[in-house]
DNA sequence: TCCATAGTTCAAGAATAATGGAATTAAAAG
DNA sequence: CTTTTAATTCCATTATTCTTGAACTATGGA
């Protein structure tokens, strides 16, 4: 994982609707849900969380489907993982500890 | 820890020079490095820099220590690593499966 | 074909965050 | 007590991000 990716999984995550979102797709699991069922939850206005959720999809965090009229989201959660393995990466190199 | 905790840790690191800090004082292990050298090494300006360790600071991400005339630094790994936490808490719960 | 439902896109203004220069504090040395 | 080194704070400017309403696309049903 390089540092812009990260950069764009930290940056998706850090503001409190996004960040609900994905905890909420997080307990959805696979099978994810409709966007409609993730604005009425958290009461964002349709439009709004659109914007968020192309946050979180460019940002590898979230994937959608297309099921009839609605489109499905879930979580990529090996993408949340990868980014406390960037950060800890190479901890204490420069001490001869830990 | 609560969700202000963790949007405050993930808005500090969502930011590229930030990132570098923190990942930069990673490696260096408890022992930590003063701001001058984390400023060189870096190529940021002192009062940029302040500014951006302030942040990392504020988020329970870094800590300081006055030695002399230098101010070391020092990551605090545990508040990064409590953050993946927060973020996979429950996961699956309204899905039969995982 | 016409309508309703489900979401997205666009453009604007509003709110937040980042940068750079000048002034300031803190500690140690001459 | 003055100077130097180390770093921070303040303030104005600039840049980025968020929100809102209106218009648009896609799908399925009457």
Redesign the pocket.
Known sequence: MDEQAVLMAL?AL?????LRVFRLLVTAGPNGM????I?EELAI???????????LKNAGLAS?R?E??????SADTGQARAVIEYLMENCCTRQPCC
């Open positions: 940056s850090a503001h409190e609707s996004r409709p966007a409609g069922h604005a206005a349709p439009n709004t969380l659109s914007f968020h959720l192309a946050h959608a297309r009839s009229r609605s489109l499905i989201y």
